[in-house]
């Protein structure tokens, strides 16, 4: 049998199978479902319950034309670097996805797709208790080094936990490759953390440069980025995975030039767009210090 599958059975729970037989699309579709159920429910809890603190801001205040807030919002420099750091890290860390599956079905597993689901299964739910766990670091190290420094500690964390892959991804240790994904966890919470908030500290010297408060413009241009960086990452994710030389014909096996592709691939497309990240974020004009001096001065 060989190291990267060959021989080995393709195994998949039946539970959403029909007539006794798996049916992975069936499943993807049902999980989807069910997730989405999740995601809406939760969300319009803010809307029920939260309250803008901000309100009072904009109320009685002059309408402005959208031609104008698009220019100003669009002009605004630290907010055009929080834009590409987004994207870069955004692309970077979603682009390997698609890598990362096929990594460990071919690579660590030998093509055993319950292995892969188990593994994938106990590390994405450890690493979800870590994520919720870690955002305490994370305030302290805000508190210590600022907003911008927590970034930094995030883009270095990602780059670890892609550089590991390389060591604790192997067929012999299968367990192994759940290390990986745990070191990345604690950047989960912290991102979603980190970028809502260093937003509000663009629109505060937005505010205190331009004398309007923009938050809906800022926060739709900064979420169309967003949705830009997943699509970006999506579309990238497959291609890398065809590039590689990934054969699906091949089903349980794929070649080890193909597997060592993927696994270069998977390790220089996060390298290549976190640096680009650090780089930006090193060039962000708003420190500690300037965003504790805008907060008092508002």
Same mark, same amino acid.
């Given at each position: 049998?060989s190291r990267y %599958?060959? %021989?080995?059975?393709?195994?998949?729970a039946?539970?959403? %199978?029909?007539?006794?037989?798996?049916d992975?699309?069936?499943?993807?579709?049902?999980?989807?479902?069910?997730?989405?159920?999740?995601v809406?429910a939760?969300?319009?809890?803010?809307?029920?319950?939260g309250?803008?603190?901000?309100?009072?801001?904009?109320?009685?205040?002059?309408k402005?034309?959208f031609?104008h807030?698009m220019?100003?919002?669009?002009?605004?420099?630290?907010f $055009?670097?929080?834009?590409?750091?987004?994207?870069?890290?955004?692309?970077?860390?979603?682009?390997k996805s698609g890598?990362?599956?096929?990594?460990?079905l071919?690579?660590?597993?030998?093509?055993?797709?319950?292995?892969?689901a188990?593994?994938?299964?106990?590390e994405?739910?450890?690493?979800?208790?870590i994520?919720?766990?870690?955002v305490?670091l994370?305030?302290?190290?805000?508190?210590?080094?600022?907003?911008?420094?927590?970034?930094?500690v995030?883009?270095?964390?990602?780059?670890?936990?892609s550089l590991?892959?390389?060591?604790?991804?192997?067929?012999?240790?299968?367990?192994?490759?759940?290390?990986?994904?745990?070191?990345l966890?604690?950047?989960?919470?912290?991102?979603?953390v980190?970028?809502?908030?260093?937003l %509000?500290?663009v629109?505060?010297?937005?505010?205190?440069?331009?004398?309007?408060?923009?938050?809906?413009s800022?926060?739709?241009?900064?979420?169309w980025?967003?949705?830009l960086?997943?699509?970006?990452? +999506?579309?990238?994710s497959?291609?890398?995975? +065809?590039?590689?030389?990934?054969?699906i014909g091949?089903?349980?096996?794929?070649?080890?030039a193909?597997?060592?592709?993927?696994?270069?691939?998977?390790?220089f497309?996060?390298? +290549?767009c $976190?640096?680009?990240?650090?780089? +930006?974020?090193?060039s962000?004009p708003?420190?500690k210090?300037?965003?504790?001096?805008?907060?008092a001065?508002?």
């Amino acid at each position: 049998m060989s190291r990267y %599958g060959l %021989g080995m059975v393709s195994r998949a729970a039946p539970f959403f %199978g029909t007539g006794g037989n798996p049916d992975l699309i069936r499943g993807a579709i049902w999980i989807t479902c069910f997730a989405s159920l999740v995601v809406v429910a939760l969300g319009v809890l803010p809307a029920i319950f939260g309250r803008e603190r901000l309100y009072h801001c904009v109320v009685g205040r002059p309408k402005t034309s959208f031609r104008h807030d698009m220019r100003l919002t669009l002009t605004n420099r630290p907010f $055009l670097w929080l834009v590409l750091c987004t994207l870069f890290f955004w692309i970077g860390s979603q682009a390997k996805s698609g890598l990362a599956f096929y990594t460990k079905l071919y690579h660590v597993c030998g093509g055993d797709q319950m292995l892969a689901a188990k593994l994938v299964g106990i590390e994405g739910t450890v690493g979800m208790v870590i994520s919720i766990l870690s955002v305490p670091l994370f305030e302290r190290i805000v508190r210590r080094h600022g907003k911008r420094g927590a970034m930094m500690v995030v883009m270095w964390i990602t780059l670890t936990a892609s550089l590991s892959t390389y060591f604790f991804y192997t067929p012999e240790r299968p367990y192994l490759s759940i290390v990986s994904g745990l070191l990345l966890s604690p950047t989960g919470a912290a991102i979603w953390v980190l970028l809502p908030s260093l937003l %509000g500290d663009v629109i505060d010297h937005d505010e205190l440069r331009t004398g309007e408060r923009r938050d809906g413009s800022f926060s739709a241009v900064f979420s169309w980025t967003f949705k830009l960086a997943q699509s970006v990452a +999506v579309g990238l994710s497959s291609w890398l995975v +065809v590039a590689a030389g990934f054969d699906i014909g091949l089903k349980d096996e794929q070649t080890p030039a193909t597997i060592f592709s993927m696994r270069l691939l998977f390790i220089f497309v996060p390298l +290549v767009c $976190l640096a680009l990240a650090v780089w +930006v974020l090193f060039s962000f004009p708003l420190t500690k210090a300037k965003i504790a001096e805008n907060q008092a001065a508002l």
